[in-house]
């Protein structure tokens, strides 16, 4: 299926542990391929499969880079469920096109981060992402609807904020949600995140006939 690394390939990229120049923390202990290479750098891969596995220890989540030809992962995965966009300022994906059009969004900014969350067994069950600009890093996250409920955007989220706070540069670190979206403010307060303000029609959401609603900003400092 094309939200699951290919039988075999996935062990070879977990022993193949990648480090990016010390700039996630969870990637710290990537040790040598069995050809002697390292990578040392990287911004994004170009497919889903090509990316190493970022492991996640003992948690029910892995994260993975988000490719630029990842299209088809995220519209089978969760982009093509309206039940999935409510609060979201995207439309749902109609096509291919349309995702594609998300990620290329996402990969704007060199700096900028996203990640497919999978669970254990492989599937992609939704996205964790950050958009960065100057000293500042906006959080945001998709799960699937099938999976909600299972602590899955909680520990992605805490593995993305892990990452960005080991970055000199981030200095801020916030998020938006709607006022009724109370799914979404507790996986930030779980994470630290305190409620700094309300933003007088912030957002609009398509699915929501376009119209533009109040939401809460949360911020976490770096310590």
């Not at 499969?49 to 988000?66: C, F, H, K, N, Y």
């Not at 409920?149 to 990452?163: H, N």
């Not at 959401?205 to 400092?221: E, H, I, M, T």
Request: glycine content about 8%; aromatic content about 10%.
């Amino acid at each position: 299926m094309a939200d699951r690394v290919s039988p075999g390939h996935g062990d070879e990229l977990r022993r193949g542990a990648f480090e990016l120049a010390n700039r996630f923390p969870f990637e710290t202990n990537a040790r040598r391929q069995p050809a002697g290479k390292v990578v040392a750098t990287l911004t994004f891969f170009d497919t889903f499969a090509d990316a190493p596995m970022t492991s996640m220890g003992e948690a029910r989540i892995e994260l993975q880079p988000v490719g630029l030809a990842d299209a088809a992962i995220i519209f089978d995965a969760w982009g093509r469920r309206p039940e999935n966009f409510t609060h979201l300022t995207a439309r749902v994906f109609a096509e291919l096109a349309e995702a594609r059009a998300y990620i290329a969004g996402l990969l704007q900014s060199p700096d900028s981060l996203a990640f497919h969350i999978l669970e254990r067994s492989g599937s992609v069950v939704g996205i964790v992402k950050a958009a960065v600009v100057g000293h500042r890093a906006q959080v945001g996250y998709v799960v699937d609807q099938a999976f909600w409920g299972r602590g899955f955007a909680t520990e992605a989220v805490r593995q993305l904020v892990a990452s960005l706070e080991a970055m000199p540069s981030i200095s801020r670190i916030w998020a938006t949600c709607a006022l009724d979206n109370l799914a979404s403010a507790r996986v930030l307060e779980k994470n630290g995140f305190t409620r700094e303000a309300t933003l007088k029609r912030w957002a609009a959401y398509p699915a929501l006939g376009g119209l533009a609603f109040d939401n809460y900003s949360y911020v976490r400092s770096k310590p």
